[in-house]
């Protein structure tokens, strides 16, 4: 029971500086939101008001910083695609409730219109909203930093890192020059929301600017896209547009992306300790999508 005691004392000591946030216009009910990966959400009611309240510091293993994640979000709600900040403080981001269901493998599967209408929303607007510091999105660098932290910490992984390596590098030179725009570079199905009028997108940590291409692919290696489904995106995208180098380029993105979600979740197995996730059965789902997509 100590060792009970013990785990629970954090998250009861996180609970009571949350209750005593000076945004609150008096006593507030609280339940914690489930389905993260890395960080610790509370849907917080307040005068008849809700509230989501997500918990986290800096995570440099992850590239993930809160300044940064909170310019962006603060630009994306700016440009209509993401919830209101009310409150900030260090290591707490307080955002409007959003009365919306979120998606899943399926729904990505089955709005591939409006998530390209969202994400042509979201590249053309959002970066013009931003203040500060711009940040930047490689996936091939990504991936490289992540290999490092991987080798260092000498997981069950490492011995497939020079393989992991030589890929994405081979993936890399397939990438046709395209123009930089501000994109989510999460797109996971948990990170669209519809509240049956429009979507939304949440949760901007990786959120910079880069290739349009890397949004595209992600939503379709994360949806577990098929062959129409991607021609449907691409179509819908640059409007019937689609060259033979954007496709080709497409492809290899989407084998990077699926990558670098696997190497985030060795990462995270290495580096991270979040009670109920399994970032080692992460790793090897997004693995195998990678090996699925590489051409053989």
């Known amino acids: 029971m100590k060792g009970d005691a013990a785990m629970r004392k954090p998250e009861t000591d996180l609970e009571e500086r949350i209750e005593r946030l000076r945004c609150w216009r008096g006593p507030v009910a609280m339940s914690p939101?489930?389905?993260g990966l890395t960080n610790i959400s509370y849907v917080v009611e307040d005068g008849g008001e809700k509230f989501v309240v997500r918990c986290g510091e800096d995570i440099?293993?992850?590239h993930v910083f809160r300044d940064r994640e909170r310019a962006a979000s603060?630009?994306?709600h700016a440009a209509g695609l993401s919830p209101e900040i009310v409150h900030l403080e260090p290591g707490l981001m307080v955002m409007r409730h959003l009365e919306?269901?979120?998606f899943t493998?399926?729904?990505l599967r089955a709005n591939i219109g409006r998530l390209a209408s969202l994400l042509k929303r979201c590249h053309r607007d959002v970066g013009q909203?931003?203040?500060g510091p711009p940040n930047f999105f490689s996936v091939f660098r990504v991936i490289r930093d992540y290999a490092r932290s991987i080798a260092a910490a000498e997981s069950l992984f490492t011995s497939d890192l020079p393989r992991y390596l030589d890929a994405a590098g081979k993936l890399e030179h397939q990438q046709a020059p395209m123009p930089i725009v501000f994109g989510h570079h999460d797109l996971l199905p948990g990170n669209v929301m519809d509240d049956g009028k429009r979507l939304w997108l949440i949760d901007w940590e990786y959120g910079g600017f880069g290739t349009p291409l890397f949004d595209l692919a992600n939503l379709s290696s994360n949806g577990g896209f098929t062959e129409a489904d991607d021609a449907a995106l691409l179509d819908a995208y640059f409007e019937g547009e689609v060259t033979k180098?954007?496709?080709r380029s497409f492809d290899a993105m989407k084998a990077a992306s699926a990558l670098r979600e696997a190497m985030w979740a060795m990462v995270s197995d290495a580096h991270l300790h979040v009670p109920g996730a399994d970032y080692k059965a992460h790793a090897r789902e997004y693995l195998k999508?990678?090996?699925d997509l590489m051409p053989h």
């Open 60 to 62: 440099p293993v992850h």
């Open 33 to 35: 939101l489930m389905g």
């Open 289 to 291: 999508r990678f090996e």
């Open 245 to 247: 180098a954007i496709r």
């Open 100 to 102: 919306a269901r979120t």
């Open 74 to 76: 603060e630009a994306a």
């Open 105 to 107: 493998e399926a729904d």
């Open 129 to 131: 909203h931003l203040a």
